[in-house]
């Protein structure tokens, strides 16, 4: 798995905290969501979404309830728990540390000083 999948993968779970901050969805809409505002770049696949949503709800951070769609069809929405609410803050504060430290390592430009 190259750097671009693990980095992705990392991020799914801040993700699709951030999507059930505003409102419940279910699997299938969380995936077209993430692929709608990331203009293509995320595109989530069943097998990586199905695993990180059963893993938010053991640790609590989201729940899920049956809705019945039709006349037999149900579908299964996640919700956002407040102990979810709470790792997304902290999953964004970190998301910007390391990104602010990315930034600076990519656009460090050596003084005269530093060539030594």
Same mark, same amino acid.
């Given at each position: 798995?190259? @750097?671009? %999948?693990?980095?992705k993968?990392?991020? $799914?779970?801040? !993700? =699709?905290?951030?999507l +059930? ?22 595109? @989530?696949t %069943? ?5 990180? $949503?059963?893993? !938010? =709800?053991?640790?609590? +951070?989201?729940?899920?309830?049956l ?15 407040d ?27 050596p ?6």
């Amino acid at each position: 798995m190259g @750097i671009k %999948e693990n980095f992705k993968r990392g991020s $799914l779970e801040m !993700l =699709i905290l951030h999507l +059930l901050k505003d409102e419940e969805m279910y699997g299938y809409q969380l995936t077209q969501e993430i692929s709608k505002r990331s203009g293509g770049a995320f595109r @989530i696949t %069943e097998g990586s979404m199905y695993p990180t $949503l059963y893993r !938010l =709800i053991d640790k609590g +951070l989201i729940s899920d309830r049956l809705e019945l769609v039709g006349r037999r069809r149900t579908r299964v929405y996640y919700h956002l728990e407040d102990k979810g609410r709470e790792q997304l803050e902290k999953l964004v504060k970190d998301y910007e540390i390391t990104s602010a430290g990315i930034e600076s390592i990519l656009s460090y430009v050596p003084d005269e000083e530093d060539e030594d």
